[in-house]
């Protein structure tokens, strides 16, 4: 199949609200989407006003009992066929990513596969969901324990992976037999319309998957928060916005997934094998142009190996070209927005102004669209912005220690615990590790771990539930307890 054409691609993709079964406009007026690589306008998209979100969620309530009663087989085939889909549509799905986000193709080809895993491991979930029967421990009753569809969900979503986060919650809102609304990052909403509107294709009941595009972000959703009949909310994206809607889910006693950000440590010890690590961080950095809740925020590198760590890291660096993730080799495409590109280089000079030897990089792309250099950083100050905060950018500090006790206060030394990362080919060491660095997930000598039959999640200021893996599926259900008779009392 050729490579799909941009403009041809674009005008599949709805740029309407999809409520109900039906694409409609939105009442405010539309907003553009822009190519981050060249800050030209790609689509127009519909502006929800509150009353729409209501709408979406009306119309989620309305087929909720419908859509729970249906087989967990049914909901399977529905999902596997949106899987197979998604996969023949690789290409495109991939292309669109990139160009409205600006991630390289082959890495938006890899989300699409990634994506696409959430869908067939649900499916495969779906009908596994099952309970418990039991007897009273006095043997005066029987118990029966079954799972629940939780009710409508209202699932939000951010920019920087725009299939996966969304397959991420729709796949197990649904295979657990929930109706939803989903709300995409304003900034990349193509991804998940497209995604919308395969699954109407594959035979989705109208009513079942709504999609809510809107610049008034807090207005729709403060109005679908608010609503008692909204059962469940999964949010993934920044922690002050997560904190704001634990608060919000806390009045309405809501259900609450919550995926936030990180500052993930990255540690590499002596007896590290150097070049795995160094494979390691350059996956764990530069991936999606540092903008995931899971990089390599921190890069603590024992001492006696910090300066040779940094040379072959600067090493792979050079080689990074820098251009749309369209272009062929490309490593470093444009970060999301203007405003991204000027955080980080305020990052950059903090880090400077702290002490921080800039290894290699340290400068804005010049010309068109939102570019930073791949940049290493080495010595940095532990009171720097970089090490305090998430980068977000392709920026690599390096911050060097002596002893494993100090690699473990300074990984700890964070409000976040998502992701973490440690290189040692002591294996007790690695173990050590694993039991004391605080974090929900952790690269053992490896530099990327996502994967749909993980659990995804992390503990502190990083967030609450898992996606994906066994636990994935239950976020979407509830227990309910059933007493019956013990079928002899009455003999
Ligand atoms: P963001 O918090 O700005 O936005 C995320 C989503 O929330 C978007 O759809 C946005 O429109 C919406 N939103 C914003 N304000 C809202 C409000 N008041 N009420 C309801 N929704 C609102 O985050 P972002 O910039 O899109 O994404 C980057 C952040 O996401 C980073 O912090 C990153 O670490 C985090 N992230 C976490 C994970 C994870 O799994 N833990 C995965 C990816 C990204």
Redesign the pocket.
């Known amino acids: 199949m050729p490579f799909p054409n941009e403009a041809e691609l674009l005008a599949k993709v709805p740029t309407q609200l999809y409520i109900g079964g039906e694409w409609v406009d939105g009442e405010n007026e539309p907003f553009a989407v822009l190519d981050p690589a060249t800050g030209e306008e790609l689509a127009r998209v519909a502006n929800a006003t509150p009353a729409q979100g209501k709408a979406a969620l009306d119309a989620a309530v309305e087929v909720k009992d419908e859509w729970a009663r249906t087989t967990p087989r049914h909901r399977a085939e529905l999902l596997r066929k949106a899987f197979d889909r998604v996969i023949e549509l690789r290409d495109e799905f991939a292309l669109l990513m990139t160009i409205e986000m600006g991630k390289p193709l082959p890495e938006a080809q890899g989300e699409v596969t990634y994506g696409a895993e959430f869908i067939r491991w649900f499916a495969e979930q779906a009908p596994r969901i099952i309970g418990r029967y039991g007897s009273t421990p006095e043997g005066n009753a029987r118990m029966l324990v079954s799972k629940q569809p939780v009710g409508p969900c209202f699932l ?6 725009p299939l996966a ?1 969304a397959t ?1 919650k729709i796949a197990p809102a649904l295979a657990a037999g929930n109706t939803c609304v989903v ?6 909403p193509l991804t998940t319309l497209y995604f919308v509107k395969i699954l109407e294709e594959v035979g989705v009941p109208k009513g079942v998957v709504n999609l809510v595009t ?1 610049r008034d ?2 207005g ?3 109005v679908i ?1 608010e609503d008692d009949r909204l059962r469940k909310v999964s ?8 904190v ?2 634990m608060k ?1 889910a806390a009045e309405k006693v809501l259900r609450t997934s ?5 500052n993930a440590p990255f540690v590499v010890f002596e007896d590290a094998d150097l070049d795995k690590a160094v494979d390691g961080v350059i996956l764990a950095k530069f991936r999606n142009i540092g ?5 390599a925020n921190r890069v603590f590198v024992q001492k006696s190996v910090a300066d040779e760590f940094a040379k072959r890291v600067a090493a792979r660096v050079a080689d990074f070209k820098m251009g749309r993730g369209t272009e062929d080799g490309v490593v470093i495409g444009p970060l ?1 927005e203007a405003k991204a590109v000027e955080k980080v280089a305020e990052m950059v000079e903090d880090a400077k102004s702290k002490g921080a030897d800039v290894v290699i990089g340290g400068n804005k792309g010049a010309g068109e669209g939102y570019f930073y250099e791949a940049t290493v950083l080495n010595n940095v100050g532990l009171e720097s912005q970089v090490v305090k905060e ?1 980068i ?1 950018g392709p920026v690599l500090p390096i911050i060097p220690f002596e002893t494993e006790e100090e690699a473990v206060e300074l990984a700890n030394a964070s409000e976040y615990g ?1 992701m973490s990362y440690v290189f040692t080919e002591n294996f007790s060491r690695g173990q050590r590790m694993m039991d004391r660095i605080e974090a929900g997930m952790m690269g053992l000598n490896v530099g990327v771990l996502s994967n749909a039959a993980a659990p ?3 503990v502190k200021m ?2 609450v539930g898992k ?1 994906g893996s066994f636990e994935g599926i239950e976020e979407y259900m509830y227990t309910k307890y059933t007493a019956v008779p013990d079928p002899y009392s009455d003999q």
């Open positions: 939000i979503t951010p920019w920087n992976f986060m991420r709300k995409p990052a304003s900034l990349t809107t972000t807090a729709v959703s403060d928060m949010f993934t994206g920044s922690t002050p916005v997560g704001n809607l919000k919550m995926e936030l950000g990180g903008q995931a809740c899971t990089a999301v998430e977000f998502l995804f999640g992390g990083s967030g996606e």
